[in-house]
């Protein structure tokens, strides 16, 4: 067996999933870091924004979106801090390095979602038939210009995450996708009522709910993501095939008998086992597993590290069919 935990510098170029040539994992989480802390800033500045308005406009949907955006600032310090925590080397307690941090925080940030779901959904019911004044026409001005902000941070999110293959990133990047649409059905709600007059009014609790809504399935859809991370599945099966076809490419390499690929953080650890002709000597079938090894982390800026299984070429075909015979 060859272990590659330790990437080569000679290597450290490669090809991600979706990532460009000549990337590097410091460059994703570099990358990835400067995403989130775009939209911490962004979130706290309308999240401050909103609840201003809120309060003073004296809307509650625009409270409760403010909520939701104050609460994506609280997640994005979080998400900054997993990314930074991922990258700490590897030592003896965690030989595999600390990149689970990203799906843990992935896991903390959905439960704070949902808990700020519950918390919005309550006061909205609770506050339904209050009666109070009409919010001021500024107060539409700040939830369309959320809406817009908001999906443009979607976007940009959207393309950070599918480059470094961050799934927290592109959490996030859905994140922003819900909030804008949170914020549009603040702006239809409060619409209706600078329009529609007093008997409108229930409009504004109305906008709150939706927005409780969306806020508890975004955490919901999040936390099971995180969870179905955190139980090592196998990668997606593109990025698969590519690893597979690479590995066989290499001279020596006769078949690729096994192959899993589990992700961790925005990168993936490969084992791998490889068929090389039974007559060979020890040395020479160990220089092939560390030419897979050495081409694969080169190739793939997202993998880790790469443990490789050599197996006699013709013996799994002759297990399969022994197999067979005593089926029979």
């Not at 590097?24 to 989130?36: I, N, V």
């Amino acid at each position: 067996m060859s272990d590659a935990s330790n990437r080569p510098d000679s290597h450290s170029a490669g090809v991600s999933p979706g990532s460009p040539e000549h990337a590097t994992p410091e460059g994703h989480y570099r990358e990835a870091m400067l995403a989130t802390a775009v939209g911490l800033t962004a979130n706290f500045a309308v999240g401050l924004v909103k609840l201003a308005g809120g309060i003073f406009g004296q809307s509650f949907a625009l409270i409760a979106d403010a909520i939701n955006s104050l609460g994506d600032t609280v997640a994005s310090v979080v998400t900054i801090a997993a990314l930074w925590f991922a990258q700490v080397p590897p030592d003896d307690e965690h030989p595999y390095g600390h990149t689970r941090a990203e799906s843990v925080a992935a896991l903390f940030i959905a439960l704070l979602i949902i808990a700020s779901g519950f918390f919005v959904s309550w006061e909205a019911v609770m506050r339904l038939g209050d009666e109070h004044v009409i919010p001021p026409i500024w107060t539409l001005w700040i939830a369309g210009g959320n809406v817009v902000v908001k999906e443009a941070l979607f976007w940009f999110n959207r393309h950070v995450g599918q480059r470094t293959g961050s799934s927290a990133i592109l959490a996030n990047a859905w994140d922003h996708r819900t909030d804008a649409l949170c914020s549009l059905a603040v702006l239809v709600g409060l619409g209706f009522i600078f329009f529609g007059g007093p008997r409108w009014i229930w409009a504004d609790e109305l906008a709150a709910l939706v927005v409780a809504v969306v806020i508890l399935v975004s955490g919901l859809r999040l936390l099971l993501n995180s969870m179905h991370e955190l139980l090592d599945p196998q990668a997606d099966e593109d990025f698969v095939r590519e690893i597979r076809a690479a590995a066989a490419a290499v001279p020596g390499v006769l078949a690729v008998e096994k192959l899993w690929v589990r992700k961790t953080g925005i990168e993936y650890l490969v084992d791998i086992h490889i068929q090389v002709d039974p007559d060979m000597t020890v040395a020479t079938g160990h220089r092939i597993s560390h030419a897979v090894r050495d081409h694969l982390v080169a190739r793939f800026a997202a993998v880790r590290a790469v443990l490789v299984h050599l197996e006699p070429f013709g013996e799994s075909q002759e297990r399969t069919a022994e197999g067979d015979a005593v089926r029979e």
